[in-house]
């Protein structure tokens, strides 16, 4: 998303911001559009699953798309197509006007997601970023650090690995698919996993990440984000939702198996990951 949103926002000034309601899951900053009007992005930066747009008025816009968030881009090209503005729909709750003609709307029907704008110099100290975990696909996730945080943990490794104090922005979807990589199950308890076994998790998470950022990104070029939306987008799994479904690892006769776990959906093969 930050990739496909990059080239719309970099360099350029939001004309007008228009707020449908007050809130979100939390209330949106006070004078919200005021603040934006105006002011430039000076970068659309990352951190765990929040967006940060860095503002030349010295704030930066957090954004999180929460559960079912979408950002529309109309207006201007976005990867193969231009999409003419639509009419506005039901949850429509934030709208950008943005120079160079691209309008950004966030549709959220369930309201999980936030928005929220604060001072770029403090932005580490801000309540949603503060205490994150190191960046999986960045160089303070490795071997060590996995071993030296997971250490003593009587926590299965699947709850483990979406604390986001462990490590910053890993979801439900993507713990399954890497554990399934690693040949980990994820009832095993995290502290009781051997180095040599964690040490297959970090490539794991590292390889799983990059395949769905690429998915995104060609996800952008073809039909199937056609109508200009950028967001969650479906992509092959190899256990997520395939319950029932023969395992994917060569050679295992294994099937996949759904358990829940802290109330979440697990996938797994209990023949190949132990
Ligand atoms: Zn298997």
Redesign the pocket.
Known sequence: MRRGLAPVLEGRTIFAARLNRPDLRWPLPERMAERLTGARVLRLGRRSKYLLAELSTGETLIVHLGMSGRILVSGVALGHFVHDHPAPQKHDHVVFEIEGGARITFNDPRRFGAMDLTATDALDRHRLLAGLGPEPLGNGFHELYLTGRLGGRQTPIKAALLDQRVVAGLGNIYVCEALHRAGISPLRQAGRIAAARLATLVPAIRTVLTEAIEAGGSSLRDYRQADGELGYFQHNFRVYGREGKP?P?PG?P?TIRRVVQSGRSTFY?P???R
Request: with cysteine; charged share 0%.
């Open positions: 395992c690892t295992c294994g093969c023949q190949c990951q």
